[in-house]
């Protein structure tokens, strides 16, 4: 929670600069850019450098941009609001004049308080004299301006006249260890001329003093002990006991910088305390003076909205990607929301019974395009198509029909994707004649013509038959139909010419006009078997001209979906009506249903009627162009077949959206909860368990026989989990060595959530007290730690509920608070030594 920030050079050159620190680096070598400012402005005199900035810092949030040439008189900056950081970078072509304007523009800009940072060569007029010159000529405060050394001028903007504020130059100091004490820093900071008095206990301190805490490094730390006095001293500054208290935390008490900074602390105690001037908290390193600021941390906050938003899309190489990856429609509704999507982020192992095939080509049905548009409700909207062709690559256990290498057709939810798993029932080989983008096109059509006309229409020799939409995949598919509908002429010219089928047999499928001409041509007896996809009254059309005893099969959604109604008159010629949806059969297939899998073998013989000189007319679009094949579709215009296709050996590169993070725990270890099953330690254990950990163990220091712990345990009987009730104190290291040795499997990871509460005012705080909050927390984690170290444990986390008291310092907490802030203290420790850990600061739960 705690980030020191460089007071230097943030933004301005990406670390790049001689004293610019660089952005920080997270432990997997990512970045983490932490943007501490309200606005960013940059200005630029020529539209080269401008441009040249514009594109170093694309990605900057916040940031506004002016052409402007501040040497010039009287430019003045656009900016509502003044700032507080101004770096005017010089180059040596300015003279003095210009210089001085310049400044004169930035000083008309900056806060109260505000800080100038002039970066300009060392020579020349950039000297640290002359600048200080020039600042003092406008109005600028002598004293704090000072060099860096390289040139750089670090300058304050300040109202007050520092001369005029008079010091108390008397100091106390005490010391809280043996010896002699830190005698040369106490010898310079009596050259900078102060008076000390020196105590070795706290028998000299007076009420309502001003106090400044020194102590050594916490900002990288190496003794995490000392950080549990941050925690303790916010919460006495938030009680408002009328003390000023400062830390200072010093890289070492004997550095060459230590008493300058102790100094400039000192003079800063002395002061009022202003709006400007309320930091308390300060660190040196180097020389540098650093002040802790929250900062929000923009990766973490994308994570936490990851489940709900998605991972940002990737550009990625369909062809090499091992991982599933599947189309789904985000948002029903647009063609627009279409988007390829990682499934999980690992390869998932074959399962038995089940075939991993590589997809190359896959049909696009109506049907894709209905659950994408929201036509077909309750729908999976993360896994479209439902046919493709690909080559067997891995088979499961049970599965001796395949082996890698074979070509196989598949019917199965999810087949625009690059690879996926299906029952090996759903696979059929492609005959050796047959291209991989007719045999992706085949299974729908076939098994709903075959499936339509003869096991729900009950079609036999001799009979009549009307398909409509004849020009569709579904039509092409029932080779041997008789009357048929076309939207188009076009489209009635190609059936003519295709299946050599008189005009007076093609009718247009865009007005009922067939329902007359059919019956005419019938003597009035009507159609025995009709496959209709036609909706509203061409349905009722159709449904008007069923012969006697014969059967209309639906394959349409619309009407069904739309709870439309159908009159009852056919039914006194003792007609059918049968919907067809291959939807719920294909789940009875999954589980190994009969029927539809019989069909499916037999389209499969039917699929060399495809290639024998009557292959059907097909579109081809390359998987990244899925968009522009639907929206084809939904113009009806099309004719056959639509494919996406890509080529084994072209890459096809798609944005991709990562699978969502995942926790993973491994089936041989054992996830420790210091802290009971009680509260939040017993919310844990039932999402690891969720989460799919199969090992925990618990650890309570008073037993799991009350209500709460009861309550989560009996939710675990249902979730599959394995868990170790134990007791013990975290506290004593004896307990946690047994403990360590009682779990079943060896614990891989730990959450330490042990808290002992003692909440009262600092002054009223006994010491037993103070022992009694923190012991749980400081050395509870220093025997967790330890005995994971000495038990050589590989742990993937070391998590420690730890609480925004320490950052705050609620009032009547400073125990608490001082015990949390060990513990955020430690997390980096940890870090320090290279071992995972992780402090989160919870807030009231
Ligand atoms: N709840 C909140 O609002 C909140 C806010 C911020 C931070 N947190 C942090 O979240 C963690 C869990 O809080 P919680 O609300 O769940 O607390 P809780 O319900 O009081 O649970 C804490 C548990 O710690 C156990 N414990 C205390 N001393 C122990 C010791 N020496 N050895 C072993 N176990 C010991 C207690 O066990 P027995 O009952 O058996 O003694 C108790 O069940 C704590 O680390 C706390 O600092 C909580």
């Given at each position: 929670m705690k980030s020191m920030d460089d007071m230097r050079c943030r933004k301005c050159c990406q670390g790049t600069s001689p004293g610019c620190k660089p952005p920080a680096v997270s432990p997997n070598n990512k970045r983490i850019v932490r943007n501490g400012y309200v606005r960013y402005h940059c200005i630029s005199k020529g539209v080269a450098a401008m441009s040249q900035m514009q594109e170093v810092h694309s990605g900057t949030q916040r940031t506004t941009w002016e052409l402007l040439d501040v040497t010039q008189a009287p430019d003045s900056i656009?900016?509502?609001?003044?700032?507080?950081?101004?770096?005017?970078?010089?180059?040596?072509?300015?003279?003095?004049?210009?210089?001085?304007?310049?400044?004169?523009?930035?000083?008309?800009?900056?806060?109260?308080?505000?800080?100038?940072?002039?970066?300009?060569?060392?020579?020349?007029?950039?000297?640290?004299?002359?600048?200080?010159?020039?600042?003092?000529?406008?109005?600028?405060?002598?004293?704090?301006?000072?060099?860096?050394?390289?040139?750089?001028?670090?300058?304050?903007?300040?109202?007050?006249?520092?001369?005029?504020?008079?010091?108390?130059?008397?100091?106390?100091?005490?010391?809280?260890?043996?010896?002699?004490?830190?005698?040369?820093?106490?010898?310079?900071?009596?050259?900078?001329?102060?008076?000390?008095?020196?105590?070795?206990?706290?028998?000299?301190?007076?009420?309502?003093?001003?106090?400044?805490?020194?102590?050594?490094?916490?900002?990288?730390?190496?003794?995490?002990?000392?950080?549990?006095?941050?925690?303790?001293?916010?919460?006495?500054?938030?009680?408002?006991?009328?003390?000023?208290?400062?830390?200072?935390?010093?890289?070492?008490?004997?550095?060459?910088?230590?008493?300058?900074?102790?100094?400039?602390?000192?003079?800063?105690?002395?002061?009022?305390?202003?709006?400007?001037?309320?930091?308390?908290?300060?660190?040196?390193?180097?020389?540098?003076?650093?002040?802790?600021?929250?900062?929000?941390?923009?990766?973490?906050?994308?994570?936490?909205?990851?489940?709900?938003?998605?991972?940002?899309?990737?550009?990625?190489?369909?062809?090499?990607?091992?991982?599933?990856?599947?189309?789904?429609?985000?948002?029903?509704?647009?063609?627009?929301?279409?988007?390829?999507?990682?499934?999980?982020?690992?390869?998932?192992?074959?399962?038995?019974?089940?075939?991993?095939?590589?997809?190359?080509?896959?049909?696009?049905?109506?049907?894709?395009?209905?659950?994408?548009?929201?036509?077909?409700?309750?729908?999976?909207?993360?896994?479209?198509?439902?046919?493709?062709?690909?080559?067997?690559?891995?088979?499961?256990?049970?599965?001796?029909?395949?082996?890698?290498?074979?070509?196989?057709?598949?019917?199965?939810?999810?087949?625009?994707?690059?690879?996926?798993?299906?029952?090996?029932?759903?696979?059929?080989?492609?005959?050796?004649?047959?291209?991989f983008n007719e045999a992706a096109t085949l299974p729908v059509a076939y098994l709903t013509a075959l499936h339509g006309l003869f096991d729900l229409g009950n079609l036999r020799r001799g009979q009549r038959v009307l398909i409509h939409s004849a020009t569709g995949g579904v039509g092409n598919a029932a080779a041997q139909l008789y009357f048929r509908t076309a939207g188009t002429d076009e489209k009635r010219q190609f059936l003519q010419n295709r299946y050599s089928i008189p005009a007076d047999h093609i009718f247009s499928s865009r007005t009922t006009d067939f329902e007359h001409k059919i019956m005419q041509l019938t003597n009035g007896l009507g159609v025995d078997v009709i496959l209709n996809s036609l909706t509203g009254d061409l349905l009722e059309a159709s449904w008007n001209i069923v012969a006697n005893g014969g059967t209309m099969v639906e394959i349409g959604k619309k009407d069904i979906m739309e709870r439309n109604r159908l009159s009852m008159e056919s039914f006194s010629r003792c007609a059918s009506f049968r919907a067809l949806d291959l939807s719920p059969d294909l789940a009875n297939l999954h589980g190994q249903g009969p029927a539809l899998g019989q069909t499916l073998s037999r389209s499969s013989h039917s699929w060399k009627l495809g290639t024998s000189g009557q292959s059907f007319p097909m579109q081809n679009f390359a998987f990244e162009a899925v968009a522009d094949a639907f929206v084809l579709m939904r113009t009806a215009k099309h004719m056959g077949n639509l494919v996406l296709s890509r080529n084994p050996d072209v890459p096809a590169h798609i944005p991709i959206r990562p699978a969502p993070k995942a926790v993973r725990f491994r089936p041989d270890a054992t996830y420790l909860l210091v802290g009971g099953l009680k509260g939040i330690c017993g919310s844990l254990a039932i999402d690891f368990a969720k989460n799919g950990a199969e090992q925990l163990a618990a650890v309570?220091?008073?037993?799991?026989?009350?209500?709460?712990?009861?309550?989560?345990?009996?939710?675990?009987?249902?979730?599959?989990?394995?868990?170790?009730?134990?007791?013990?104190?975290?506290?004593?290291?004896?307990?946690?060595?047994?403990?360590?040795?009682?779990?079943?499997?060896?614990?891989?990871?730990?959450?330490?959530?042990?808290?002992?509460?003692?909440?009262?005012?600092?002054?009223?705080?006994?010491?037993?007290?103070?022992?009694?909050?923190?012991?749980?927390?400081?050395?509870?984690?220093?025997?967790?730690?330890?005995?994971?170290?000495?038990?050589?444990?590989?742990?993937?986390?070391?998590?420690?509920?730890?609480?925004?008291?320490?950052?705050?310092?609620?009032?009547?907490?400073?125990?608490?608070?001082?015990?949390?802030?060990?513990?955020?203290?430690?997390?980096?420790?940890?870090?320090?030594?290279?071992?995972?850990?992780?402090?989160?600061?919870?807030?009231?739960?």
């Open positions: 656009s900016s509502p609001d003044k700032f507080d950081l101004v770096i005017p970078k010089f180059t040596d072509s300015e003279n003095a004049d210009q210089a001085r304007v310049a400044l004169s523009n930035v000083l008309a800009v900056l806060s109260e308080h505000g800080k100038l940072v002039i970066l300009r060569s060392q020579d020349g007029v950039g000297t640290l004299e002359y600048t200080r010159r020039i600042l003092k000529d406008l109005g600028f405060s002598q004293d704090l301006s000072r060099s860096l050394g390289d040139g750089t001028v670090v300058a304050e903007l300040s109202g007050e006249d520092s001369k005029d504020i008079q010091l108390d130059n008397k100091i106390t100091c005490f010391r809280f260890t043996d010896g002699e004490g830190p005698v040369p820093l106490l010898d310079s900071l009596k050259d900078k001329g102060w008076v000390i008095e020196s105590h070795s206990k706290a028998e000299g301190l007076t009420p309502k003093s001003n106090v400044l805490v020194i102590d050594e490094l916490q900002m990288d730390v190496t003794d995490p002990e000392q950080a549990a006095a941050p925690g303790l001293l916010r919460t006495v500054r938030s009680e408002e006991l009328g003390i000023r208290l400062m830390t200072l935390d010093v890289q070492q008490y004997t550095g060459h910088q230590t008493a300058q900074a102790i100094d400039q602390c000192l003079r800063l105690l002395s002061k009022p305390e202003t709006a400007a001037r309320k930091d308390s908290e300060f660190a040196e390193r180097g020389g540098v003076i650093y002040t802790p600021r929250l900062l929000a941390d923009q990766g973490l906050n994308e994570a936490k909205f990851e489940p709900v938003r998605g991972r940002e899309p990737q550009e990625e190489d369909l062809r090499t990607k091992k991982t599933p990856v599947c189309l789904g429609v985000e948002r029903v509704d647009t063609i627009e929301s279409l988007q390829y999507a990682e499934l999980s982020s690992s390869p998932p192992p074959v399962q038995e019974g089940y075939i991993e095939v590589e997809i190359f080509t896959a049909g696009v049905n109506f049907k894709d395009l209905a659950i994408t548009l929201g036509i077909v409700a309750n729908a999976d909207t993360s896994a479209l198509g439902c046919e493709a062709a690909d080559i067997v690559t891995q088979v499961g256990r049970g599965v001796d029909k395949f082996i890698p290498g074979h070509r196989v057709a598949v019917m199965f939810p999810g087949s625009f994707a690059n690879r996926i798993q299906v029952p090996w029932q759903v696979a059929h080989a492609i005959p050796d004649a047959l291209g309570s220091h008073s037993g799991y026989d009350d209500e709460q712990s009861q309550g989560v345990l009996r939710q675990f009987r249902h979730l599959g989990c394995h868990i170790d009730l134990l007791l013990g104190d975290v506290t004593k290291l004896e307990h946690m060595w047994k403990i360590f040795n009682e779990t079943s499997v060896p614990i891989g990871g730990t959450v330490q959530g042990a808290m002992v509460l003692r909440d009262r005012p600092f002054a009223k705080t006994t010491v037993e007290e103070y022992y009694e909050a923190t012991a749980c927390k400081i050395q509870g984690t220093w025997n967790l730690h330890n005995v994971a170290l000495e038990n050589k444990l590989q742990l993937d986390f070391f998590t420690v509920l730890s609480s925004i008291s320490s950052v705050i310092g609620n009032p009547a907490q400073g125990n608490y608070a001082s015990g949390c802030s060990f513990q955020d203290a430690f997390a980096s420790y940890r870090h320090g030594l290279g071992l995972p850990a992780c402090a989160v600061n919870l807030c009231i739960i």
